[in-house]
């Protein structure tokens, strides 16, 4: 691994921004981490979204159930926030390089919505978006208007609870989109890793795939990862501003 600061960042950025041209097969695995200079908060980060809550507390289908206006609640807060947030130049950097390249291919593990919104056309949600609810017992999909409050908790018109449309720890994820993921892992020609901690599994195996598979790895993170030994080319900083800069180097 070759890792990268400030200095010698710009030359080691124009050598990978010659390593695209318009044949390219891009791959990226985004985290939590492209959404900060949004505002939404990462996961794992000091003042993180687990700071109040450890994740097995709120985020898995027991706790649902058991205190199910609790949990409704805390994601109630998080679509509220990401409703309120914009993209910013690192979501909007990705969206351009659909442009640029034969395939660019986002595989994200991040609920906001924020890639899409940036416009990324190709976009794999591993683990589901925040925006979207449905009903547990009858499995209806649908947005606030079908909602009918009873007391604090969300109930769909059957009854049932209304849960978001994400994955939660101990839950399989999608399978045909892990199925895409990894093909794209598979055929990429440059997997690249953007403000992901690697720690959760099975998105955290995609970037090994796509190394056994011959793919060149980079990764763009403020902090070094589980993920940074397996890398070509780590650059320490902030998506909003590595992501830019390389597309401000592209040759076509
Ligand atoms: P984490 O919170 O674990 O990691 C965020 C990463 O982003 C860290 O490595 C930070 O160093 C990095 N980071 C922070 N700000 C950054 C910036 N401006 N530019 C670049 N990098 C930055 O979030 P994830 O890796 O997304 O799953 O977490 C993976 C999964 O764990 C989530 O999808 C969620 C959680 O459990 C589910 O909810 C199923
Ligand atoms: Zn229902």
Not at 106 to 117: A, E, G, K, P, S
Not at 157 to 163: D, M
Not at 173 to 182: D, Q
Not at 185 to 207: E, H, M, N, Y
């Amino acid at each position: 691994m070759i890792s990268f600061s400030s200095a010698d960042t710009e030359s080691a950025l124009d050598s990978l921004a010659e390593k695209i041209t318009s044949n390219s097969y891009i791959v990226f695995l985004t985290g939590a981490g492209v959404s900060a200079e949004s505002g939404v908060p990462t996961f794992r980060s000091v003042d993180g979204l687990w700071e109040k809550f450890k994740p097995e507390e709120l985020a898995n289908f027991n706790s649902f159930i058991k205190n199910p206006a609790l949990v409704q609640a805390w994601y109630r807060h998080r679509a509220e926030i990401v409703n309120n947030v914009k993209p910013n130049r690192g979501h909007t950097a990705i969206a351009h390089m659909e442009s640029k390249v034969a395939t660019c291919v986002v595989i994200t593990q991040n609920v906001d919505n924020l890639h899409q919104r940036a416009g990324s056309r190709e976009v794999i949600e591993l683990h589901g978006n925040i925006l979207r609810n449905y009903c547990i017992d009858c499995g209806v999909q649908f947005d606030g208007d079908l909602l009918i409050e009873n007391g604090e908790t969300t109930l769909c018109k059957c009854g049932g609870l209304v849960r978001p449309d994400v994955v939660w720890f101990g839950e399989m994820l999608p399978a045909n989109s892990f199925r895409i993921a990894e093909k794209h892992a598979r055929k990429c020609d440059l997997f690249i890793s953007v403000g992901t901690s690697g720690v959760v599994f099975p998105a955290a195996g995609l970037p090994a795939l796509a190394k056994s598979s011959g793919a060149f790895l980079v990764e763009i993170n403020t902090e070094a990862t589980d993920l940074s030994s397996l890398m070509d080319v780590t650059f320490q900083g902030k998506s909003g501003e590595i992501l830019p800069k390389l597309m401000s180097l592209l040759k076509s």
